[in-house]
């Protein structure tokens, strides 16, 4: 009695490693617990943590989709030629992302990288940028006319706002806020750049959009971000050049036929 009694222990002491290797038996088949940790990362990954409850609903998730596994395979659709280029598809996806992960990792952006290139940005954008008003009309007759008004006494701002065919500044009495004069057409900032604080055109500038009158209101030294403030995406947009570069050298390597 006690022989039988010793060999069902030990039995169940066996069975403990297998238990903990699987998360669930389904028909006499395991789900390996590694199947519902590679889940519980991606749970992880998204921002939200994994509680008992999460947990419970990976387990029913695996037990499910293993119960649809089973189904599908009695019926030998994992014989299709549909389901097995889908599968070729996915493991080309999977693959791929792996490659990029690992290429990304080894070919971290360094600080010195990031410096380099914040400082590229400060050196092509430095310089002064402008606050103008601008009233956009269709003929030079009107805008001589706007421009005769003006000098008159006439409020900008209120032509602006009746006259101006430029919806995005139009109802804002004219106001471009402040930018870079190389943001606007040539014509708009070279007559623009040549104007002091307060100071309008009295002569109407033709454009591809039509006739301007341009007052500038202020005039300061660009305001550029900081290197933290950029840093974050000073360096996704570098890790995306060397994966494009990566993807270029090995594309140009290929023996394509």
Do not use: C
């Not at 914040?118 to 310089?127: I, P, S, T």
């Not at 591809?208 to 550029?224: M, S």
């Amino acid at each position: 009695m006690k022989k039988h009694i010793i060999g069902a222990a030990l039995a169940s002491l066996l069975a403990l490693p297998a238990l903990a290797q699987n998360i669930a038996i389904v028909n006499g088949k395991a789900i390996p617990t590694s199947r519902a940790d590679a889940l519980k990362k991606q749970v992880e990954a998204s921002g939200q943590a994994v509680t008992p409850e999460i947990m419970a609903k990976i387990k029913d998730e695996l037990i499910t989709r293993e119960i649809f596994m089973q189904e599908a395979k009695k019926r030998a659709l994992d014989a299709t030629d549909e389901y097995k280029n889908q599968l070729e598809l996915a493991r080309q996806s999977i693959l791929i992302r792996t490659l990029l992960a690992d290429v990304q990792k080894k070919s971290a952006v360094s600080d010195a990288e990031i410096q380099a290139e914040y400082d590229k940005f400060v050196k092509e954008n430095a310089g002064q940028e402008i606050r103008s008003r601008h009233i956009l009309v269709e003929t030079e007759a009107q805008a001589k006319d706007l421009i005769a008004q003006i000098s008159k006494g006439a409020k900008f701002e209120d032509l602006a706002k009746k006259h101006s065919k430029d919806p995005g500044s139009g109802a804002n009495g004219g106001d471009l806020d402040w930018a870079n004069p190389a943001g606007f057409v040539p014509e708009f900032s070279a007559a623009m750049v040549k104007l002091g604080k307060g100071q309008m055109t009295d002569a109407p500038v033709k454009s591809q959009f039509g006739w301007h009158i341009i007052r500038v209101e202020d005039i300061r030294e660009t305001q550029l971000p900081k290197l933290d403030e950029v840093k974050a995406q000073i360096t996704q947009q570098l890790q995306q050049q060397k994966l494009a570069k990566f993807q270029d050298d090995l594309r140009a390597k290929a023996k394509i036929q």
